[in-house]
C-alpha cells in the first residue's frame, strides 16, 4: 500500500491511500477522521451492480451504518437534474453535516458527488472511491467537482477537495477494455507534461495493456504523484494547473458534438492532443518529432489520433464558445515546446483551430 497526503491553499490536508485490495484490510482506515458514523455511497447502477455490497459491507464491519443513492449510468446523467434527484434522496435519508458521503464509481460520480457533497447543507464531507483508471489519475484529486449543462461540459462546479481518497487497483481487473484503454489517455497526457524519463513507462506496452500489477500500480501512482505537485501549486487554476488541460479544450468540444457516451472522454482527450499538437506545429511551437511520437504512444494504447467522422464545423465552434477557459472570446489552448516542457492560456484563432480539425479528419 502507499500514501500521498494532498495539501490545498487552505493548509488542510487530504490522504490518498494507494493498493491493490485495500478494501480487503482496514489497518489504513486508522488513519482517517470520519465526522460521524453515518455515511452513504453515491453511486451508478452498473458500478453499483458490480461493487456495491463490497463496499457497504466493509464499512459496515467497521462500525458504520451506510445507506445508497444509485443513479443512472452515463455522461448524460451528469446534470442538474441527477443533483436535484441527490439531494432529494439524502434529504429522505436524514443526513446532517456530520453525515458523509462515499463516491463510488467512476470520473462521472466523483464529480458529481463532490458537486453534490459541496452545495448539500453547504457542504458536507466526501470520500472518493474511484472505480476507473480515470478516476483514479484525474478527477480523484485536486477538488474539482462539475456537471454538465446542454451548452457545454462542467460549466458548473466548485472547488471542493474531498476529505480522504481511496484508490482499490484490484477495481481495474474487471475494467471493460474500451475503459481501461480510455483511462490511459489521462496517464499518458500527465506523462507528456512531465517528460524526462518517466516517459520511459509508456513504453512497457504489453504489460500495461495486459495489466500487470507492478507496472500498473506504479503508472497510477506516478500520475498521482504529478498531479499533486501541480494542483499544491495552484489549487484554483489561476496558473500552472492549466497545464492540466492539455487536450482538453479541443477534446471537450469534440466529446460535446458527437454526443457524451458515444465517444468516451478519454478517447475525446487523446484526440483532442492530437488537434494541439498539430496545431502547435503549425504555430512554431511544438516540434514535429514531439507529435510523431504522441501520435505512436496513443496509437499503442489503442486510443485513438484520428477522427473517424466529419465535424460539423458551426456544431464544434458553438461548443467550444462555451468552454469555460476562454477570455475575450477566444480559446485558450495548452502546447508543448517538447515533452516536459508546456506551455497555457495560448489564444487561438478559430481558424487556425479548423485547421487542426481538417488535419484530424485525413
Not at 89 to 112: E, P, W, Y
Not at 171 to 178: E, G, K, V
Request: aromatic share 10%; with cysteine; charged share 30%.
Amino acid at each position: 500500500m502507499r500514501k500521498l497526503a494532498v495539501c490545498g491553499e487552505s493548509g488542510k490536508q487530504y490522504p490518498v491511500f494507494l493498493g491493490w485490495d485495500l478494501l480487503e484490510r482496514d489497518d489504513w482506515l486508522e488513519e482517517i477522521k470520519f465526522p460521524s458514523s453515518f455515511g452513504v455511497i453515491v453511486t451508478n447502477s452498473r458500478v453499483g451492480s458490480l461493487y456495491e455490497e463490497r463496499v457497504s459491507s466493509f464499512f459496515s464491519r467497521q462500525g458504520f451504518t451506510i445507506q445508497v443513492v444509485t443513479i443512472p449510468d452515463g455522461e448524460e446523467y451528469k446534470n442538474l437534474s441527477t443533483v436535484e434527484f441527490i439531494y432529494k434522496q439524502l434529504l429522505n435519508l436524514d443526513l446532517d453535516r456530520k453525515s458523509f458521503l462515499l463516491a463510488l464509481g467512476g470520473g462521472v460520480i466523483t464529480d458529481i458527488t463532490g458537486f453534490v457533497a459541496s452545495t448539500f447543507l453547504r457542504g458536507i464531507p466526501y470520500f472518493s472511491i474511484p472505480t476507473t483508471v480515470l478516476a483514479q489519475v484525474d478527477s480523484s484529486i485536486g477538488g474539482k467537482t462539475g456537471v454538465n449543462l446542454p451548452q457545454g461540459k462542467n460549466l458548473v462546479g466548485t472547488f471542493y477537495p474531498p476529505a480522504g481518497v481511496f484508490i482499490d487497483l484490484s477495481f481495474l481487473r474487471t475494467l471493460p477494455p474500451r475503459e481501461y484503454k480510455e483511462g490511459l489517455a489521462e496517464v499518458a497526457k500527465t506523462f507528456f507534461l512531465a517528460g524526462g524519463e518517466i516517459l520511459s513507462l509508456l513504453e512497457k506496452r504489453e504489460q500495461i495493456l495486459s495489466r500487470e500489477e507492478e507496472i500498473l500500480e506504479e503508472l497510477i501512482f506516478q500520475s498521482l504523484s504529478l498531479k499533486k505537485k501541480i494542483v499544491e501549486e495552484d489549487e484554483k487554476e489561476k496558473g500552472i494547473r492549466s497545464i492540466l488541460n492539455y487536450g482538453h479544450t479541443i477534446g471537450h468540444a469534440l466529446e460535446k458534438v458527437e454526443g457524451y457516451g458515444k465517444l468516451r472522454h478519454g478517447e475525446a482527450i487523446a484526440l483532442g492532443m492530437m488537434g494541439e499538437a498539430i496545431l502547435g506545429e503549425k504555430l512554431s511551437i511544438t516540434p514535429s518529432k514531439v507529435v510523431d511520437k504522441q501520435r505512436e504512444i496513443l496509437a499503442n494504447f489503442h486510443l485513438p489520433t484520428q477522427l473517424k467522422f466529419k465535424i460539423e464545423r458551426e456544431e464544434f465552434f458553438a461548443a467550444l464558445r462555451q468552454d469555460k477557459k476562454k477570455e475575450r472570446g477566444k480559446a485558450r489552448l495548452v502546447f508543448l515546446k517538447d515533452f516536459g516542457q508546456p506551455i497555457w492560456g495560448v489564444e487561438v484563432e478559430e481558424e487556425k483551430i479548423g485547421e487542426a480539425l481538417s488535419y484530424l479528419e485525413r
